[in-house]
């Protein structure tokens, strides 16, 4: 029986990359973001839901659903946001269980549920142990400048919309910082593989 542990870090710590490098090990990881594309998928039921509250006009011309317009559409009107999580949470929530089995039954070493929201929403409660990737934010505000193409007030407000950094690193079980070189970061992620595998 494969154990399950969360893996989150706040905006541009580099959680993606270590996900990778976890998943290099032989780890199987759950995307949160992936799974959220998976349940409005053309042909899904979760498409169709959003398209009956929405309209046609978030669809882009194949079919698939625009995310772009949906999220101009819901961004900043708490209602039209609030049907969009009644649509789409419990369709994640069902499809990250049966995902979630999936892994626990089979021959991985372990599995990692990969998302950012993991502390705030509660859900790390019901994993195995925690990790947190976690950056400077200085590594972090560049990082975010670059990526997003935003001035350093812009970055800085990105940041400050998440929960603090420090918050999450108070209930994690491990901490894995990104602020070295990408071997500095492997070697950290092998230490902590080793430490998942041994439990």
Known sequence: M???Y????????GKSTVAELFRALGARVLDADKLAREVVLPGSEGLAAIRVAFGDDVLAQDGSLDRKKLGALVFGDDAKRTVLEQITHPRIAALSMQRMAEIA???APYGLYEAALLVEKGTHNMMAGLIVVASSEAQRLARVMAR?????AGARARIAAQMPQAEKIAVADWVIWNDGDLETLKARVVEVHEALTRR
């Open 2 to 4: 494969s154990h399950i």
């Open 105 to 107: 039954t089979s021959d």
């Open 6 to 13: 969360g893996l989150t870090g706040g905006i541009a710590a």
């Open 148 to 152: 997003d193409a935003l001035d350093e």
